[in-house]
């Protein structure tokens, strides 16, 4: 089955702490997405990545950083200076630049609680 | 004042109605169209997609946009109780890689 893969489901944060979530595609997408979504607020953009090895900074990306070593893994890191982490975590994919769709494609999400 | 602008809702409506789901944008330059439907606890599903303005029909999903009004809207027929989501619209611009969302309207549809 082709799609997005997100884990883990649900993440404890504690104090100081920093966590990394994990994604994975295997739609052979270029680009890669990571949004919060908060209550009332839709989705804000953290980083993007349309290559392997490049990555762009969102709307929000104090506190996060990013990787991406190959084309089908975008992981996250929440580090201990994002001081609001509490949210549900979502990663997206596009196909690459030689198409002209603009849609993303969703993961199933993480929801991070600190504890 | 946001980019996208989308009431929050809820939004409560009769099995078998025709909802209408709207969002409005300030910037001109959008010229793609994209709503979602996200289940409680769940990633967002991509229900249409469409480019500048006009009508695009789905099965019980009719997307419409109006650019000149900068104004889409969603309209779902013999609404169901499995239609009982948050939608989110979204929009982005030709060759840009960003979409900017709405902040979702939480629809119910009651048997």
């Known amino acids: 089955d082709g799609g997005i893969t997100q884990s883990p489901k649900y993440l404890f944060r504690k104090e100081g702490q920093n966590v990394t979530l994990s994604c994975e595609q295997n739609l052979n997408h270029d680009a890669m997405y990571w949004y919060r979504q908060d209550p009332g607020q839709g989705l804000r953009l953290i980083y993007y990545?349309?290559?392997?090895?490049?990555?762009q900074k969102g709307d929000i990306a104090e506190g996060y950083s990013v990787s991406r070593e190959k084309k089908e893994s975008f992981p996250l890191t929440v580090t201990s200076a994002q001081k609001n982490p509490t949210a549900f975590y979502l990663c997206a994919s596009r196909p690459g630049p030689t198409t002209y769709q603009e849609t993303q494609y969703f993961g199933p999400g993480t929801r991070l609680l600190v504890l | 004042q946001k980019e996208v602008e989308q009431d929050p809702g809820p939004l409560s409506v009769p099995e078998g109605a025709i909802v209408s789901l709207n969002c409005t944008y300030s910037?001109?330059?959008?010229?793609?169209f994209m709503w979602y439907r996200q289940y409680s606890r769940k990633g967002p599903e991509l229900l249409m997609y469409t480019y500048s303005s006009g009508n695009k029909e789905d099965g019980r999903f009719t997307a419409q946009v109006d650019k000149s009004s900068k104004y889409i809207s969603l309209f779902i027929r013999d609404s169901q109780p499995s239609d009982s989501a948050t939608y989110l619209c979204a929009m982005s611009i030709y060759g840009n890689e960003k979409l900017t969302f709405g902040t979702g309207t939480r629809l119910t549809i009651i048997p």
């Open positions: 910037n001109s330059a959008f010229q793609y």
């Open positions: 990545s349309q290559i392997v090895n490049d990555f």
